[in-house]
């Protein structure tokens, strides 16, 4: 069974800063680019950050310079350093799994988010 385990979201003031943590279970870890997206109240969902099985990573516009996403493959996990957060940075994250190798290809597993709120 696979699942997607987000945690460390929370409350937190303008320029504050979270980690947000994602574990993953059941998964072949390396066979997947690892994805956080984002959706705010009355949104849609959008992606934030991508890390690639090889390590590379790519960032949102809207976050460039101040989140960074890494991967540790032996503990299964991604994480997400959270800086400079904003008000407009108040959403529930999800992290996502997109199957990237042959084994994998067209699986895709979501978490069930955890909430960011940036207010003073």
């Known amino acids: 069974q696979v699942q997607l385990v987000e945690s460390g979201g929370g409350l937190v003031q303008p320029g504050g800063s979270l980690r947000l943590s994602c574990s993953a279970s059941?998964?072949?870890?390396?066979?997947?680019?690892m994805n956080w997206y984002r959706q705010a109240p009355g949104k849609e969902r959008e992606l934030v950050a991508r890390?690639?099985?090889?390590?590379?990573?790519n960032y949102a516009d809207f976050v460039k310079d101040r989140f960074t996403m890494s991967r540790d493959h032996a503990k299964k996990m991604v994480f997400l350093q959270m800086n400079s957060l904003k008000l407009e940075d108040t959403a529930v994250y999800y992290c996502?799994?997109?199957?990237?190798?042959?084994?994998?290809?067209?699986?895709?597993?979501w978490g069930q988010g955890t909430q960011v709120t940036v207010s003073s």
């Open positions: 059941g998964v072949t870890f390396s066979g997947y680019d």
């Open positions: 890390i690639f099985s090889t390590g590379r990573s």
């Open positions: 996502n799994a997109f199957g990237s190798s042959a084994g994998t290809s067209g699986r895709v597993y």
